[in-house]
T-cell receptor, first 115, second 113 residues
Framework: AQTVTQSQPEMSVQEAETVTLSCTYDTSENNYYLFWYKQPPSRQMILVIRQEAYKQQNATENRFSVNFQKAAKSFSLKISDSQLGDTAMYFCAFIGGGSNYKLTFGKGTLLTVNP | NAGVTQTPKFRILKIGQSMTLQCTQDMNHNYMYWYRQDPGMGLKLIYYSVGAGITDKGEVPNGYNVSRSTTEDFPLRLELAAPSQTSVYFC????????????FGQGTRLTVV
């Protein structure tokens, strides 16, 4: 069974600084997909970034980038130039490329951006 | 586009009551999911569906039932509500199973007293 671990329940960062959120996962599959979702206080789940395991290049979306280390099964999210609106719960998620239809989530990291 | 619409947004149930959480998507997505979110626990899959007429259990299906008579609708039924079902429930849909974004509804906060 796949598992997703986020070891940082809470983090804080000063506005305009850079922060990295950690995520590790466990799977026996070779092809899979990884996601970071953001959940602000509004409760809406918003996709931040996604990574396909067969792509070696790390995904980037504006101020958000990932460090995907397939051998280490690590998928960290870097937020550059942090903004107050980045304050949210961040979830790492995994879905395998096989017959398992389950999108598995980590327990989340609460990120607070301080002015 | 409305996306994924969940109703109601909030509900208080008494122990033993039943209710249906509604979920509708207008994106013609085949895949639909129900998750529950408990504090500090992430999201756990309750049931999922890969198309009309096809549903299957997820990680925590006990106490719940689903149906998928149309592509658009995927209601979640709670029978004999228990305090352990107090949670925030999310419905989600996606066009394909992998490599595509899952779109989420805004959630239903359910309290069982």
């Amino acid at each position: 069974a796949q598992t997703v671990t986020q070891s940082q329940p809470e983090m804080s960062v000063q506005e305009a600084e850079t922060v990295t959120l950690s995520c590790t996962y466990d799977t026996s599959e070779n092809n899979y997909y990884l996601f970071w979702y953001k959940q602000p206080p509004s409760r809406q789940m918003i996709l931040v970034i996604r990574q396909e395991a067969y792509k070696q290049q790390n995904a980037t979306e504006n101020r958000f980038s990932v460090n995907f280390q397939k051998a280490a099964k690590s998928f960290s999210l870097k937020i550059s130039d942090s903004q107050l609106g980045d304050t949210a719960m961040y979830f790492c998620a995994f879905i395998g490329g096989g017959s398992n239809y389950k999108l598995t989530f980590g327990k989340g990291t609460l990120l607070t951006v301080n002015p | 586009n409305a996306g994924v619409t969940q109703t109601p947004k909030f509900r208080i149930l008494k122990i033993g009551q039943s209710m249906t959480l509604q979920c509708t998507q207008d994106m013609n997505h085949n895949y639909m999911y129900w998750y529950r979110q408990d504090p500090g626990m992430g999201l756990k899959l309750i049931y999922y569906s890969v198309g009309a007429g096809i549903t299957d259990k997820g990680e925590v299906p006990n106490g719940y039932n689903v149906s998928r008579s149309t592509t658009e609708d995927f209601p979640l039924r709670l029978e004999l509500a228990a305090p352990s079902q107090t949670s925030v429930y999310f419905c989600a849909s996606s066009y394909a199973r992998v490599n595509t974004e899952a779109f989420f509804g805004q959630g239903t906060r359910l309290t069982v007293v």
